[in-house]
């Protein structure tokens, strides 16, 4: 198994440091890393970081940040009630700070080893060392299907709508209409507190 902390070197894309030939088994994502990232970063739309293997070169994995806030009416009441449940003055604040993780991957060649869980744990440690007052929660558009719903799920993230009704809901979509993805979160506090 691959340890990304001493066999790999974190790189933030750039216009020197690109990835090419990245294949995680989704073509959007690979589009998005190996072509679209730089001009995310261009326009200040996303910051893109990866891991490379010191020894082959290969790009392990990959994943996007940027931005985002939770918002509070976007929420059902039951959600309200436990997106707030540990902070104080809940009443005065309609947004809570995030960070959306646009994009996440592992290569094909390095799946279902525990490097998903190992880049999960460098994001949060990375948003709470470069912005250690105000990344609450981390926010996902994960895929809607099992395995991937899985990962998050093992990673200790929460569907914001709990069920896929409710979200169709919330997105004024048709019953009929196919759920491409499932709204989640994860709160950053319980990480800063080591309570997971
Ligand atoms: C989903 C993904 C990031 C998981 O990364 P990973 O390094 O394989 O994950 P880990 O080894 O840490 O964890 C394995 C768990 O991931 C889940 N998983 C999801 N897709 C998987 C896949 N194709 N192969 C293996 N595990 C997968 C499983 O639930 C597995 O749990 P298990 O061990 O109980 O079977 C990776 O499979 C991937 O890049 N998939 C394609 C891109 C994608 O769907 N990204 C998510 C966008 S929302």
């Not at 010191?54 to 994995?61: A, D, I, N, P, R």
């Not at 939770?70 to 003055?89: F, N, Q, T």
Request: net charge neutral; aromatic share 14%; glycine share 6%.
């Amino acid at each position: 198994m691959v340890d990304l902390r001493t066999q790999c070197e974190f790189v933030i894309l750039s216009a020197e440091r690109l990835i090419a030939g990245f294949d995680c088994g989704d073509t959007d994502l690979n589009e998005f890393f190996n072509h679209e990232a730089l001009h995310y970063k261009e326009q200040l739309l996303a910051q893109t970081g990866f891991f490379r293997h010191y020894e082959t070169g290969e790009v392990v994995c990959a994943f996007s940040l940027s931005p985002n806030a939770l918002k509070i009416a976007d929420l059902p009441g039951s959600r309200r009630k436990k997106v707030r449940e540990y902070i104080p003055r809940e009443k005065s604040l309609q947004s809570y700070p995030a960070f959306l993780i646009g994009r996440f991957g592992v290569a094909l060649t390095f799946r279902g080893q525990g490097i998903g869980a190992q880049l999960m744990d460098f994001i949060k440690i990375h948003c709470l060392i470069t912005y250690p007052d105000f990344c609450r929660f981390l926010l996902i558009d994960a895929y809607n299907n099992s395995s991937v719903l899985n990962f998050y799920q093992k990673n200790n993230f929460s569907a914001v709508f709990s069920s896929e009704e409710q979200e169709r809901d919330a997105y004024k979509m048709n019953v009929d209409e196919p759920l491409r993805t499932r709204y989640l979160f994860f709160d950053m506090i319980h990480w800063k507190n080591k309570s997971y």
